[in-house]
C-alpha cells in the first residue's frame, strides 16, 4: 500500500480535530475526542499509525487549542513529520483547509474528521479510486444496513396516549443508507472555491458549490472498519467490537495472563481476584483482594481497584479508583475519578471535580443513562443549573408579563401602522426550534411584503453573508414601516408572548429552523440544549454586521458559561444596542 501511495504523489494528509463535539459533552471538555483511549490508546494515534504504514509523509492536525502531545511529536523522528494548526476561530471544516492552502496547493491530499476511529481502511484503494475518477473529491461512505426491513414507529400525544403507528418497509423508505464515513481526498484546485475569510463547511456548502459548476465529485464505499465516534455509543461500541473480535491492535506491548485478559506493566493482581475476558489492563493498576471484573472492560493506567468490587463492561480512564465494595457497570469512569465505597453506578458517565453544566448534554444510549459528579468526599453534588433555571425562569416570566403590559398601546399603534403601510396580516409567525429541537410558533410584527419566502428564492444569489441567514442590502422586500421597526428592534416585541408561554427565554440563542442550523451540526447541538432568546451575545455584539463563525462562537461561548450575571449584561447591553441601531437590518 506504501507503494500505490507515493506513486499517486498522495502524502499529505489533514486532521480535522477542530470543532465543538457537544453530544459528548462533558467528557470533552477535559479531553478532546481525537485523544479519547481506545484499549488505553489515544484514537489519534491510531491514525497517525495507519497514515504511516500507507506511505503518507506529512500530517497537519488542525485544533482549537494548538497543542501536541510528546508522542506526536516524537512521530516525527520515525519518518513522518506531524504539525499542528491551530484554529483561532470557527471556520468550517471547508474554512480550515482554505487556512491551509500554502501547505496543500500542489498535490492531491487527504483529510480525515478528528472523532473518526480509522479501524482498517484501505487509504490505497480510496485513493486509486480517486485518481481513476478525476475526482475533485472523493468522499468515503458506508452503507447503513439498520436501515434494511421494515421501518416502525409509534406517535405519542402530549398526554402520552398512542395516537398511530407507523410501518414503513425499506422499498419505499426515502431515505438513503449511504453514510459519510469522515474520509475525504481532495484535489488542490478545489481549494480555489473556498472564500478566504467566511465560514465554509464541506458536505453542506462546498460540494453543492462544485455540483453547481458541473464538477465531479464521487463516493467511495468503504467497506473495512472504522467508526466515527458522534456519541457515547460509537465510543463504546468501538471498544467492544475491538475486545470481542480478538483485536489486539491496541494491547501496545501488553501481554496476555490469561485467556482473553491482556496485561501492561507493573500490574499488581491479588490471587483471590476475579478475571473473566476480554480485559485490558493498563500499566500500574492493582486489583486488590475478591474484586471482580468482567469483560469486555478496559482499564487505563494507574487505576485502582478495591477489594470486594465490581466492574462489568465499563471503560476507566486512566487514575480511575473503585472504592470497597462498590459497582461500576455499563459505564464510563473519567480520568483521575474516585468512585466511593458501597456505591452503584449503573448506565452512567462518572466524573470527579469538573463543573458540570446542563446533564441533558449527555444524549441516551444503550449504555450511557446520565452523569454522576463526584466530590473528594463521595456525595453526589446537586447541578447549580436547577437553581440557575428556576430563577432564570421567574425573571422571564415576570418581565415579559410587565412588558406586554407596558406595551399594549403600542401592539395597538403598530397593528394600525402595519395595515396601513402595506397588505397582510399584522404578525409574521413561523415555526421556530426551541430547547431540544421541539417546534413553536415564533411571532413578530411583520416587516416584509406578503410574499417574501417566494422573492427570497429569486434573490438567493446576492446573498451577502455567510451563515444561514439570508441577508442583503436595501432587501426590497422589506416595507417602509417594517425597516422603521426593524432598525429599532420593535418588530421583536411580540416575542414577549413566546417568553411567558414558556417557549422562549429573554436571553439565549436566536430561534432558527432546522433547516438553517444545518452548515455546523456541533453549532446546532450545542444551541439546542438552552431554550433560544429573544436577545443574546450575538445580537448584542455586531448581529448582523459579523461573521457567522463569530455568531457560533457567541452561541458555544454563552451555553457553556450560562450565568444570572451574564443574562444581566446582556439585557443592559440589548438596551445599549437597541438605541444605537447596532447591527440592525
Known amino acids: 500500500m506504501k507503494g500505490i501511495a507515493t506513486e499517486l504523489r498522495v ?17 470533552t471538555n477535559y479531553c478532546p475526542t481525537w485523544m479519547f483511549p481506545v484499549l488505553n490508546k489515544p484514537i489519534i494515534e491510531y491514525t497517525i499509525d495507519s497514515l504511516k ?8 492536525i488542525s485544533c482549537s487549542d494548538g497543542e501536541m502531545s510528546d508522542a506526536f511529536k516524537q512521530a516525527s523522528a520515525s519518518g513522518i513529520t506531524v504539525t499542528c494548526h491551530k484554529d483561532d476561530r470557527p471556520r468550517g471544516t471547508a474554512g480550515t483547509l482554505k487556512d491551509l ?3 496543500l496547493e500542489k498535490e492531491p491530499f487527504l483529510v480525515i474528521n478528528g472523532n473518526l476511529f480509522i479501524g482498517h481502511i484501505d487509504l490505497a484503494e480510496l485513493i486509486k479510486f480517486h485518481c481513476d475518477t478525476g475526482s475533485m473529491i472523493t468522499a468515503g461512505v458506508f452503507r447503513d444496513n439498520r436501515t434494511n426491513g421494515a421501518c416502525e414507529n409509534v406517535t405519542i ?3 402520552k396516549t398512542i395516537k398511530d403507528f407507523h410501518m414503513i418497509h425499506s422499498s419505499v423508505e426515502r431515505r438513503s443508507p449511504w453514510k459519510p464515513s469522515g474520509v475525504y481526498l481532495f484535489n488542490p484546485s478545489v481549494l480555489s472555491f473556498i472564500d478566504q475569510e467566511k465560514y465554509m463547511d464541506i458536505k453542506e456548502q462546498l460540494i453543492p458549490v462544485l455540483l453547481r459548476e458541473s464538477l465531479n465529485v464521487s463516493a467511495f464505499e468503504i467497506k473495512d472498519f472504522h467508526n466515527c465516534i458522534n456519541s ?10 475491538l475486545l470481542m473480535n480478538g483485536n489486539n491492535t491496541g494491547f501496545g506491548e501488553k ?5 482473553g485478559v491482556w496485561a501492561g506493566k507493573d500490574v499488581v493482581i491479588s490471587p483471590n481476584a476475579y478475571l473473566l475476558g476480554p480485559l485490558v489492563i493498563g500499566d500500574g493498576c492493582q486489583i486488590k483482594d475478591y474484586a471482580q471484573i468482567i469483560g469486555p472492560t478496559v482499564i487505563g493506567n494507574r487505576c485502582q481497584i478495591s477489594e470486594g468490587s465490581l466492574i462489568r463492561e465499563s471503560i476507566l480512564w486512566d487514575g480511575a479508583s473503585i472504592a470497597n465494595s462498590s ?5 464510563v469512569v473519567g480520568v483521575n475519578s474516585c468512585v466511593p465505597a458501597n456505591l452503584n453506578i449503573k448506565n452512567m458517565i462518572v466524573l470527579n471535580g469538573l463543573r458540570i453544566g446542563d446533564a441533558n448534554l449527555i444524549p441516551s444510549g444503550y449504555s450511557i443513562k446520565s452523569i454522576v459528579t463526584l466530590s473528594n468526599s463521595g456525595s453526589i453534588t446537586c447541578s447549580p443549573q436547577k437553581i ?10 415576570a418581565l415579559s408579563t410587565t412588558g406586554i403590559i407596558l406595551s399594549l398601546p403600542l401592539f395597538l399603534l403598530f397593528a394600525i401602522a402595519i395595515k396601513i403601510d402595506s397588505p397582510g396580516p399584522v404578525f409574521y409567525i413561523q415555526r421556530r426550534c426551541g430547547k431540544g429541537g421541539k417546534l413553536f410558533n415564533m411571532i413578530k410584527f411583520r416587516t416584509m411584503i406578503t410574499d417574501a419566502e417566494k422573492l427570497k428564492r429569486e434573490l438567493i444569489n446576492k446573498k451577502e453573508n455567510d451563515g444561514p441567514m439570508f441577508k442583503i442590502s436595501n432587501d426590497p422586500r422589506i416595507t417602509r414601516l417594517g425597516r422603521i421597526l426593524r432598525n429599532s428592534s420593535f418588530d421583536e416585541i411580540p416575542q414577549l408572548i413566546n417568553v411567558l408561554k414558556g417557549e422562549m427565554s429573554l436571553v439565549g440563542p436566536r430561534p432558527l429552523i432546522m433547516n438553517e442550523m444545518k452548515l455546523n451540526p456541533s453549532w446546532r447541538d450545542t444551541r439546542l440544549k438552552v431554550k433560544p432568546g429573544i436577545t443574546g451575545l450575538w445580537q448584542t455584539n455586531g448581529r448582523s454586521m459579523t461573521g457567522f463563525h463569530d455568531w457560533i462562537k457567541h452561541d458555544v461561548h454563552y451555553v457553556k458559561n450560562q450565568s444570572l450575571w451574564l443574562d444581566i449584561k446582556i439585557l443592559l447591553k440589548t438596551i445599549k444596542v437597541v438605541i444605537k441601531r447596532i447591527g440592525s437590518c
Open 255 to 259: 501481554k496476555e495472563i490469561a485467556k
Open 11 to 27: 502524502k499529505k494528509a489533514v486532521i480535522l480535530a477542530g470543532g465543538q463535539k457537544t453530544a459528548l459533552a462533558p467528557l
Open 53 to 60: 504504514k500507507n506511505g503518507f509523509e506529512e500530517i497537519i
Open 232 to 241: 457515547m455509543n460509537d465510543y463504546i461500541t468501538i471498544n467492544r467490537d
Open 388 to 397: 440557575y433555571r428556576a430563577v432564570k425562569r421567574i425573571i422571564d416570566i
Open 101 to 103: 492552502e500554502k501547505s
Open 327 to 331: 459497582k461500576v457497570e455499563y459505564s
Open 157 to 159: 400525544t402530549s398526554h
